[in-house]
């Protein structure tokens, strides 16, 4: 059986209270990278048996190509949507400061919604102008939010946000996945991906690569190297 983890999250039905549900593009074709859908394969290179869960996962066999357990797929997605699949929460570990503004934007909110006070709360503060003019239109309170939301800078918001949603999906797949034979890791490649990629010292890392590699190599050695036959021979002279 494969086990499929894809990084998204979703809000179960108390506040704050989450677990990590399947996503999947059905338009789109996997790609190589992630096309673990053989069982064959998958048996060899994935363990699950004795593993203690702490995030809801998926669990069928699913072959993209071969559109293998696409019924099992849609059956799964209904239950959820349906509330018929049972959760298994987890907290996640936000700032004191982020929590500090979803209870008071959760107290503030008194009507009951389809869903949680908490993803509504997420979703104010990240700036969601639709949840707030035509979802909470009904809100007797809402001159309040857009007093608390005023001065809110969503744009950090979401990206502290997004950090820890994707914090918890990779430690559900790190926690739940095991590869049995994992290949050798080059830290060395790893190393310039992450120097090239970075935001900070990856220009000034270009630089220097651009400049030992043009200027010192090619400028500076190459004519110094073609030289030195004229050099040696006018010395011999």
Not at 18 to 38: E, M, Q, R
Not at 59 to 75: C, Q, R
Not at 108 to 132: F, M, Q, T
């Amino acid at each position: 059986m494969i086990l499929f983890s894809m990084p998204l999250v979703n809000f179960a039905q108390s506040s704050l209270e989450w677990g990590i549900l399947p996503s999947f593009n059905l338009n789109k074709k996997l790609a190589k990278d992630w096309s673990v859908n053989l069982k064959t394969e998958s048996r060899q290179s994935l363990i699950k048996d004795g593993l203690n869960y702490d995030y809801l996962l998926t669990d069928f066999s699913f072959g993209a190509t071969k559109k293998i357990g696409i019924d099992n797929l849609f059956t799964r997605i209904i239950e959820v949507y349906e509330n018929r699949y049972n959760y298994c929460p987890k907290n996640p570990e936000f700032s004191e400061k982020l929590l500090c503004k979803l209870n008071i934007i959760e107290e503030i909110i008194k009507d009951n919604y389809p869903v949680s006070k908490g993803i509504i709360s997420l979703l104010l503060l990240e700036g969601d102008n639709y949840l707030l003019e035509v979802y909470l239109a009904s809100e007797k309170k809402i001159e309040k939010i857009k007093g608390f939301l005023k001065n809110e800078n969503f744009r950090d918001n979401s990206y502290h946000i997004a950090a820890e949603l994707y914090r918890i999906a990779k430690k559900s797949i790190d926690d739940t996945i095991i590869l049995e034979k994992e290949k050798k890791r080059n830290r060395f490649k790893e190393f310039l991906d992450n120097m090239m990629t970075h935001p900070i010292w990856g220009l000034p890392f270009l630089i220097i690569v651009v400049w030992i590699g043009l200027y010192q190599f090619v400028g500076v050695f190459w004519i110094w190297y073609s030289g030195e036959p004229h050099r040696r021979k006018n010395s011999s002279k």
